[in-house]
């Protein structure tokens, strides 16, 4: 099992060695100068290059990006060009919400996507699988943004029961676990997990009745083996492809949803590349793609192990 992990962790490196080369390049081939939001209107062609100098904007790209590459191992994302501040400390913070949000969605969506899974693949081809494939559709169908402002306008205007925007009272970017705080996580919480849920029971579905119709499981009924220990055989064998899934779902929810955190205003990841998008930040906008992206690297990472432990063939193979 070591020599297992010991090579998925020597394959994560090329991998991440892609990613850091790919978030590098992806804001530079971008057009526009990234300092226009910075540079007064009138500013002179000596202050342009001494601030151009300041960043590094003024070396070969691969130059740059070895040095940037050697920053970002010694945990230095650079300055952003529009605070002013770490950017290290501007991706964490917008992170921890980020993942906040996608614990609490995981938590919805998975949920109900495994029950309402379990219950269209034991009742397939009935009614009771017809409701639960339509209500799966139905979440995988249905737009993030168009949700979260039907959400906002009859919980938070017309019910008055929640908070519309933000991550705390007086629009504080600070998180706590109390009711104060978990109320304005309810709403973007529910818009987040509507599509994994949809995943999840579409694949658990297909998994359930797949297994259940295969030979061991007659085999099992006629020794006699209570469905509760039938069901736990269904569970074991569909957990391997059913946790892949989930995981590859997770890391889409740690990315961040752009959308969804622009509709209710909710201080993560996606809100920061928003505004590092149209401010032209090109650190900042390096700094949360690489952040974001080796968290989604670490998770398969992660999923991979769980399989290989859950199911001994994975590694085997």
Same mark, same amino acid.
């Given at each position: 099992m070591l020599a297992y992990i010991a090579r998925r962790i020597v394959y994560v490196v090329p991998i991440v060695l892609s990613v850091a080369l790919v978030c590098f390049m992806l804001v530079h081939i971008t057009p526009g100068d990234p300092l226009v939001a910075v540079l007064p209107?009138?500013?002179?062609?000596?202050?342009?290059?001494?601030?151009?100098?300041?960043?590094?904007?003024?070396?070969?790209?691969?130059?740059?990006?070895?040095?940037?590459?050697?920053?970002?191992?010694? /945990?230095?994302?650079? %300055?952003? +060009?529009? &605070? #002013?501040?770490?950017?290290?400390?501007? $991706?964490?913070?917008?992170?921890?919400? &980020?993942? &906040?949000?996608?614990?609490?969605?995981? +938590? +919805?969506?998975?949920?109900?996507?495994?029950?309402?899974?379990?219950?269209?693949?034991?009742?397939?081809?009935t009614w009771i699988d017809k409701m639960a494939t339509g209500i799966a559709i139905a979440g995988v169908s249905v737009p993030h943004y168009w949700l979260g402002m039907v959400l906002v306008i009859v919980f938070s205007v017309q019910l008055n029961w929640l908070p519309a925007v933000g991550a705390g009272p007086g629009g504080s970017g600070q998180w706590a676990w109390d009711w104060a705080h978990i109320r304005f996580l309810i709403l973007p919480a529910i818009t987040t997990s509507v599509i994994p849920m949809g995943i999840v029971t579409r694949t658990v579905r297909a998994l359930t009745g797949d297994?259940?119709?295969?030979?061991?499981?007659?085999?099992?009924?006629?020794? /006699?083996?209570?469905? %509760?220990?039938?069901? #736990?055989?269904?569970?074991?064998?569909?957990?391997? &492809?059913?946790?892949?899934?989930?995981?590859?779902?997770?890391?889409?929810?740690? /990315? #961040?949803? +752009?959308? $969804?955190? %622009?509709?209710?205003?909710w201080? /993560?990841?996606?809100?920061?590349?928003?505004?590092?998008?149209?401010?032209?930040?090109?650190?900042?906008?390096?700094? %949360?793609i690489l952040v974001l992206a080796l968290f989604f690297v670490l998770l398969n990472l992660s999923v991979d192990i769980a399989q290989a432990l859950i199911d001994p063939r994975i590694k085997r193979a």
């Open positions: 209107a009138d500013a002179s062609q000596e202050l342009a290059a001494q601030l151009r100098a300041a960043y590094g904007f003024d070396r070969p790209l691969p130059v740059q990006f070895g040095l940037w590459l050697w920053k970002a191992l010694h /945990g230095d994302l650079g %300055t952003s +060009i529009a &605070t #002013g501040r770490p950017v290290l400390a501007e $991706v964490m913070r917008a992170v921890s919400n &980020t993942v &906040t949000l996608a614990i609490a969605a995981a +938590i +919805i969506g998975f949920s109900f996507g495994l029950l309402f899974g379990l219950i269209a693949g034991y009742f397939r081809d297994i259940l119709s295969q030979d061991f499981v007659e085999a099992l009924r006629a020794k /006699g083996l209570r469905e %509760t220990g039938v069901f #736990g055989h269904v569970i074991k064998n569909a957990a391997p &492809t059913a946790l892949a899934v989930m995981g590859l779902q997770l890391g889409y929810m740690l /990315g #961040g949803s +752009i959308l $969804v955190e %622009t509709v209710f205003s201080p /993560g990841s996606g809100l920061l590349l928003n505004s590092a998008i149209f401010q032209r930040d090109l650190p900042l906008l390096q700094g %949360t």
